[in-house]
């Protein structure tokens, strides 16, 4: 098992936003984590990547990430891409992919040792801006500089939440396609998305998030049957 959560409740202050989550992800697979906004899909990125407290179990390859700071959870082997994007948007695109780079890359095997010129082949775009500044991106270019940015760092898990939040078709695309290569790597992404089509086509398996637990937990084929949960849990 890669990363193993059990029990999982987390709290902004005195307000609980999780209330028992299970979940597991085994290497190279793509897990969607769907629900409502509100559900708590971001508290429970949040709460593995050490950002806000928790309560349960949360464990990588059988050690417990409990009392670990963020910093400390990434050099692990675990990527996080908020859906903010947190570029740096006075650093150019390069000095932003530069910034993501293991800097030891003897501390663990990486699954696989991505380079600039990996990122520039998957973002033509990058590549063609690669001088400019971050923050004179579109958001399609911020997004996949986010993305490039955190495969920099070698993860074998990334978390990936709402990445095509306000992009349009072709960029959504793009954005599934560097997904399935990451995926083919070798590299687990768990998948927060509130676009259903997109999420299901890539992902192997479904969980979707209600009421601060797993409600579902099955194959896409088997979301895409099961009605009474689409319309209970997922609905607008």
């Known amino acids: 098992m890669m990363l193993e959560v059990r029990d999982l409740q987390a709290f902004y202050g005195q307000s609980q936003v999780l209330d028992g989550v299970n979940l597991h992800i085994q290497p190279g697979e ?6 409502r906004n509100g559900a708590g899909r971001s508290t429970t990125a ?3 990547m050490g950002l806000v407290n928790w309560r349960g179990q949360i464990s990588w ?3 417990s990430l409990a009392g670990k700071r963020t910093f400390e959870v990434a050099r692990l082997g675990l990527g996080y891409v908020a859906e903010s994007r947190d570029i740096f948007p006075g650093l150019t695109v390069q000095q932003n992919l530069l910034l993501g780079q293991m800097r030891d ?3 663990r095997p990486p699954v696989r040792q991505w380079a600039l ?3 520039y082949r998957m973002f033509a775009p990058l590549q063609q801006r690669q001088h400019a500044p971050a923050g004179v991106l579109s958001g399609g270019e911020q997004q996949m500089l986010a993305l490039c940015r955190t495969l920099m760092g070698n993860p074998e898990l990334v978390l990936v939440d709402e990445p095509t939040e306000g992009l349009g078709p072709k960029v959504i695309e793009q954005v599934a396609s560097c997904l399935r290569q990451m995926k083919d790597s070798g590299i687990a992404v768990l998948l927060i998305e509130q676009k259903l089509a997109m999420a299901m086509a890539i992902s192997d398996r479904a969980l979707v998030l209600g009421q601060g637990r797993i409600v579902f937990d099955g194959t896409p084929t088997a979301l895409r049957a099961d009605a009474r949960t689409r319309q209970e849990w997922l609905a607008i």
């Open 30 to 35: 793509i897990v969607a984590l769907l629900g």
């Open 105 to 107: 890359a003897t501390a």
């Open 61 to 63: 390859r059988g050690q």
């Open 117 to 119: 010129d990996d990122m």
């Open 46 to 48: 949040r709460a593995i």
